[in-house]
């Protein structure tokens, strides 16, 4: 469960990346259509910073994308800030998300294992 803080940063980090002003930049009302607004970003968490590969005790808003690029290719409209609220970001490669479709043997109410045998 998110404290105060943590649900007024993630709100503010939905806010800017997929509120009215990003969903008009991304349908093409104030950017080009070579410039793809926040289409690399898949989803907002909360959680512990990663410095470094190593994880810290610090919160900070998880923003996943599907592939990282460097700041110095980065348009300056499309960085993502260094903080929302009071909690720093994290920006986290993950690739494109995909529901997974469960196969016909899976019953919610059963112990489903691994290895249908």
Known sequence: MLNA?????KSKAKAYFFGPEAIAAMMGSTVSTADEGFKNIVGIGVG???TGGAITHQDSIHVYVRMKTPKSQLPAHQEVPPQFGSLATD????GDITACQTTSTFNRRNRNRPVVS
């Not at 803080?5 to 940063?9: E, L, R």
């Open 5 to 9: 803080k943590q649900k007024n940063a």
């Open 91 to 94: 920006v986290i490669e993950v």
């Open 48 to 50: 512990p910073k990663s």
